[in-house]
Nanobody
Framework: QVQLVESGGGLVQAGGSLRLSCAAS????????LGWFRQAPGKEREFVAA????????AYADSVKGRFTMSRDNAKNTVYLQMNSLKPEDTAVYYC?????????????????WGQGTQVTVSS
């Protein structure tokens, strides 16, 4: 049974940093494309970042490019989202997602497995 468990969320002031983790079980992250999405109150879930299992290449939403970094630790079967220079508009529930396949996937419906989410709140 596949499980994705996010952690690392919390309350931080604008300009601060957080690192989210997504621990996977029932799959090997080195064989899956992984992604991070977020959903703010009253808004649709949106793409944040993705990483390819074949090349390790990454893709980012324009709104987080240069501030967020997604990485993968195959030995720990975990992916991370390092978030720097946080802004109040980054406030959302952040979700980790996985799909077996090559490349980076930015569309929500491409992913088969989802975590339960972790809350990130950025105060101004």
């Amino acid at each position: 049974q596949v499980q994705l468990v996010e952690s690392g969320g919390g309350l931080v002031q604008a300009g601060g940093s957080l690192r989210l983790s997504c621990a996977a079980s029932g799959l090997t992250v080195s064989r899956y494309a992984l992604g991070w999405f977020r959903q703010a109150p009253g808004k649709e879930r949106e793409f944040v970042a993705a990483i390819s299992w074949t090349t390790g290449s990454t893709a980012y939403a324009d709104s987080v490019k240069g501030r967020f970094t997604m990485s993968r630790d195959n030995a720990k079967n975990t992916v991370y989202l390092q978030m720097n220079s946080l802004k109040p508009e980054d406030t959302a529930v952040y979700y980790c997602a996985a799909v077996y396949g090559m490349g980076t996937f930015v569309r929500e419906h491409a992913y088969h497995y989802w975590g339960q989410g972790t809350q990130v709140t950025v105060s101004s």
